[in-house]
């Protein structure tokens, strides 16, 4: 049984540079959750899919951020244009969207922006 | 609109009970959640409780909810080093939004 993997775990980047990272759910998991955290706070909500549908995006996703999941199954997010300010951890998590509504996250993708 | 509250840290001696509480706004709260983060890793569910609950227990883990106070705690019995990490708490809103809420999360600290 896999978890929730994510894919690079760790990115360092120069500004003004695009970087996208992947994520895998369970698979069985037909809602999917983008996050992002940052040093000594919780996680934050950026958006989440249902299927292949966007149904939600949190106004902390600029337009520099674009997140995908095209088949429903693996998601992608991109962000274009690179700022020092979003170093940070970037955290998938997934669910069966039972009324319970646990997230099950994955290990996350660490961006350091120079 | 919608905010969750957590001391920052708690210092426990191994083998004593840990107590990490919660305060959070929205009345509206379907279900509460405690995470676990250990260094370097992703979030790791500990137990949930549904809003018209007022106790959960799982081993060592007890949740209490105060819906009255808006108030979360997670008591943790007989502490042990692997207990170390940080600990959020999360509340899913109701009206139909999905995404979870968390707290900025209390750094547990096990004393030999």
């Known amino acids: 049984d896999t978890g929730v993997s994510q894919d690079p775990r760790h990115k360092i980047t120069k500004r003004g540079q695009n970087v996208t990272f992947r994520c895998d759910p369970i698979?069985?998991?037909?809602?999917l959750y983008w996050y992002r955290q940052t040093l000594g706070q919780g996680p934050e909500f950026l958006t989440y899919f249902q299927n292949e549908a966007q149904l939600e995006k949190s106004r902390l996703l600029s337009d520099r951020f674009s997140a995908e999941r095209p088949k429903g199954s693996f998601s992608t997010l991109e962000i274009q244009r690179t700022e020092q300010g979003d170093s940070a951890m970037y955290l998938c998590?997934?669910?069966?969207?039972?009324?319970?509504?646990?997230?099950?996250f994955g290990e996350g993708s660490r961006l350091t922006v120079l | 609109g919608e905010d969750v509250e957590q001391s920052l840290f708690l210092s426990v001696r191994e083998g004593d009970s840990s107590v990490i509480n919660c305060t959070y706004t929205?009345?509206?709260?379907?279900?509460l959640y405690w995470y676990k983060q250990e260094p370097g890793a992703g979030l790791q569910l500990l137990t949930y409780i549904f809003s018209n609950m007022d106790m959960k227990q799982d081993q060592r883990l007890t949740v209490l909810l105060n819906k009255k106070d808006k108030h979360l705690s997670l008591r943790i019995a007989d502490t042990q080093t692997g207990d170390s990490a940080i600990y959020f708490c999360a509340e899913r809103a109701g009206g139909g939004a999905d995404g979870l809420t968390f707290g900025k999360g209390t750094h547990l600290i096990i004393q030999p």
């Open positions: 998590a997934s669910s069966q969207g039972a009324s319970t509504g646990e997230l099950f």
């Open positions: 929205d009345s509206s709260s379907t279900y």
């Open positions: 698979s069985e998991h037909n809602r």
